[in-house]
């Protein structure tokens, strides 16, 4: 992302397949500073932004998991392709879902706020 062209080990997981670094550099400061995009976070405190977010909340829970009418209404103007994905392949609530190199966390979040 910054260019600068360090190269690094990895290792295959025999049993899963995750592909992990060898060994973690000591400081991470340069490969991710303070400003790095994925330590912003969104304002949630104004009204607006609440009723987004029930909205958006709404909808990844019906597009998930095909429950609530709001969520229902939502979705018609607006769908969800990410969620009505992960339904078709039989997403249940008790799963748990690991996102690595998430960025911001967006995916996530949503995932997680649909339930």
């Known amino acids: 992302m910054y260019g600068l062209r360090e190269k690094f080990a990895y290792f295959e997981c025999l049993d899963c397949g995750c592909l992990q670094i060898v060994d ?8 991710y500073p303070n400003n ?16 987004i977010s029930l909205l958006g909340r709404e909808q990844k829970r019906y597009s998930l998991f095909g429950q609530g009418i709001l969520g229902r209404f939502v979705n018609l103007k607006s769908n969800y392709p990410e969620g009505e ?21 967006s995916w996530t979040r949503m995932i997680c706020r649909g339930g």
């Open 24 to 31: 973690i550099p000591e400081s991470l400061d340069k490969y």
């Open 85 to 105: 994905l992960l339904r078709k392949l039989g997403i249940r609530e008790d799963w748990k879902i690991l996102d690595i190199g998430c960025g911001t966390g």
């Open 36 to 51: 790095y995009y994925s330590f912003k976070g969104g304002n949630r405190s104004n009204p607006v932004s609440k009723i």
